[in-house]
Protein backbone atom coordinates (compact mmCIF):
# COMPACT_ATOMS: atom_id res chain seq x y z
CA UNK A 1 0.00 0.00 0.00
CA UNK A 2 2.92 2.22 -0.85
CA UNK A 3 1.69 5.23 -3.01
CA UNK A 4 4.53 7.10 -2.97
CA UNK A 5 4.28 9.73 -0.87
CA UNK A 6 1.39 11.32 -2.98
CA UNK A 7 -1.41 11.17 -0.71
CA UNK A 8 -0.15 13.30 2.06
CA UNK A 9 0.90 15.70 -0.73
CA UNK A 10 -2.63 15.39 -2.39
CA UNK A 11 -4.03 15.89 1.18
CA UNK A 12 -2.57 18.87 1.89
CA UNK A 13 -3.07 20.35 -1.54
CA UNK A 14 -6.67 19.97 -1.28
CA UNK A 15 -6.68 21.58 2.00
CA UNK A 16 -4.54 24.71 0.72
CA UNK A 17 -7.09 24.73 -2.19
CA UNK A 18 -10.09 24.58 0.27
CA UNK A 19 -8.51 27.54 2.45
CA UNK A 20 -7.70 29.64 -0.46
CA UNK A 21 -11.47 29.24 -2.06
CA UNK A 22 -12.89 30.28 1.88
CA UNK A 23 -10.69 32.94 1.71
CA UNK A 24 -11.28 34.48 -1.72
CA UNK A 25 -14.98 33.78 -0.88
CA UNK A 26 -15.01 35.88 2.50
CA UNK A 27 -12.86 38.73 1.25
CA UNK A 28 -14.74 38.90 -2.06
CA UNK A 29 -15.57 42.27 -4.06
CA UNK A 30 -19.54 41.21 -3.56
CA UNK A 31 -19.29 42.51 0.34
CA UNK A 32 -22.39 40.92 1.50
CA UNK A 33 -20.85 38.07 3.38
CA UNK A 34 -19.04 41.21 5.66
CA UNK A 35 -21.57 43.95 5.35
CA UNK A 36 -23.25 42.89 8.33
CA UNK A 37 -26.80 45.14 8.95
CA UNK A 38 -26.96 48.91 7.70
CA UNK A 39 -26.42 51.54 10.32
CA UNK A 40 -29.20 53.54 11.27
CA UNK A 41 -30.06 56.67 13.25
CA UNK A 42 -31.42 54.67 16.22
CA UNK A 43 -27.90 52.86 16.54
CA UNK A 44 -25.21 55.82 16.81
CA UNK A 45 -27.85 58.95 16.88
CA UNK A 46 -25.58 61.51 18.50
CA UNK A 47 -22.95 60.49 15.66
CA UNK A 48 -25.10 61.07 12.76
CA UNK A 49 -26.18 64.73 14.06
CA UNK A 50 -22.64 65.14 14.31
CA UNK A 51 -22.35 64.18 10.74
CA UNK A 52 -25.48 66.51 9.69
CA UNK A 53 -23.65 69.14 11.46
CA UNK A 54 -20.64 68.65 10.08
CA UNK A 55 -21.96 68.71 6.38
CA UNK A 56 -24.00 71.50 7.30
CA UNK A 57 -20.74 73.28 8.12
CA UNK A 58 -18.93 72.65 5.03
CA UNK A 59 -22.00 73.61 2.55
CA UNK A 60 -22.12 76.83 4.19
CA UNK A 61 -18.10 77.66 4.41
CA UNK A 62 -17.95 76.72 0.69
CA UNK A 63 -21.15 78.72 0.30
CA UNK A 64 -18.75 81.72 2.05
CA UNK A 65 -15.84 80.54 -0.03
CA UNK A 66 -17.76 81.05 -3.38
CA UNK A 67 -18.97 84.81 -3.05
CA UNK A 68 -14.79 85.68 -3.36
CA UNK A 69 -14.54 85.99 -7.24
CA UNK A 70 -10.89 86.19 -6.74
CA UNK A 71 -9.65 82.70 -6.98
CA UNK A 72 -6.25 83.23 -5.10
CA UNK A 73 -8.10 84.77 -2.34
CA UNK A 74 -10.96 82.32 -1.71
CA UNK A 75 -7.87 79.38 -2.45
CA UNK A 76 -6.35 81.54 0.66
CA UNK A 77 -9.24 81.54 2.76
CA UNK A 78 -9.83 77.91 2.78
CA UNK A 79 -6.37 76.66 2.89
CA UNK A 80 -4.60 79.49 5.43
CA UNK A 81 -7.61 79.25 7.99
CA UNK A 82 -6.69 76.95 10.40
CA UNK A 83 -10.25 75.86 11.07
CA UNK A 84 -11.74 76.38 7.48
CA UNK A 85 -8.76 73.81 6.63
CA UNK A 86 -9.40 71.77 9.23
CA UNK A 87 -13.58 71.58 8.45
CA UNK A 88 -12.62 70.59 4.68
CA UNK A 89 -10.35 67.68 5.79
CA UNK A 90 -12.92 66.16 8.13
CA UNK A 91 -14.82 64.80 4.34
Not at 32 to 45: C, F, Q, T
Not at 53 to 64: D, F, T
Amino acid sequence: MSDGGRGPAALLAALFLAGALGWAALLSADGRLLSGPAAAVEDWPKEFRYAAVLQQAQALLQARAERISDGSTRRRFLSDVPWNRELLQLR
